[in-house]
């Protein structure tokens, strides 16, 4: 049971891999857009040291854009190239739902570990001194990032205006998340313990299945409108 479902979803992730590889668009929006916008950072804050609260919500600002400037074409790119109506007839709507989550979960992890080198590395001041904290905070972080972007994007892509619309229709979805996150990321860096953060990352866990659930629920009457 459980592969006859699996399966199906592996193989639009591999779809989705395949052809990102072959266009690079969402992976060359995003090193784009956190390089330059790190490099913004820097030089406005001209190599002084800041608050870690201010750091961390840096951080947090860098990676939020960075996933609306690549994960807004997830189902937008197989509205343009006519292949919505094939998976719609080949496979569950569930199905393509999960297939495009766990492809864009891949994405945002790969985004941040890039985000958090770059930033640790230009960034003076910014350092981790609860790498366990951090480490958690990032994955959970990145999941419900990547839940919220996957059911955004499926609804822009039945749109008129695409573009402007992802990012005013996540802000308000991703701003209790993006606030936790910042507040966990500031922990990790004063040397906070797993152990203080114990309601955060059950929230953080909260959100992401609530997300996920009501994505499922949602996704067959976006997907086949």
């Not at 996957?150 to 701003?175: D, M, Q, R, S, Y």
Request: proline share 4%; aromatic share 10%; no cysteine.
């Amino acid at each position: 049971m459980i592969g006859t479902f699996l399966n199906p979803v592996l193989a639009v992730l591999r779809k989705d891999l395949q052809s990102e590889l072959r266009t690079r668009y969402a992976m060359s929006a995003l090193i784009m857009f956190i390089v330059s916008t790190i490099s913004i950072i820097v030089f406005a804050i001209g190599g002084g040291t800041s608050r870690s609260d201010v750091l961390a919500g840096m951080l947090w600002v860098v990676i939020f854009f960075s996933s609306m400037s690549g994960l807004s074409r997830t189902f937008v790119s197989e509205e343009e190239r006519g292949t919505a109506m094939t998976l719609q007839l080949l496979v569950p709507p569930s199905v393509v739902l999960f297939g495009k989550l766990l492809f864009n979960v891949l994405l945002v992890i790969g985004m941040n570990i890039l985000a958090v080198a770059l930033y640790s590395f230009l960034m003076t001041g910014f350092t981790v001194t609860s790498p366990g904290l951090f480490s958690l905070t990032l994955i959970l972080g990145s999941g419900g990032l990547a839940a919220s972007s996957t059911i955004i994007a499926a609804i822009i892509a039945k749109a008129n205006t695409k573009g402007p619309l992802f990012p005013v229709l996540a802000l308000p979805i991703l701003l209790p998340l993006l606030v936790v996150v910042i507040n966990m990321t500031r922990l990790s860096m004063e040397g906070g313990d797993i152990s203080e953060s114990v309601g955060e990352f059950q929230f953080l866990i909260a959100y992401i299945i609530v997300i996920i659930t009501a994505s499922n629920l949602l996704f067959e009457y976006i997907w086949r409108d």
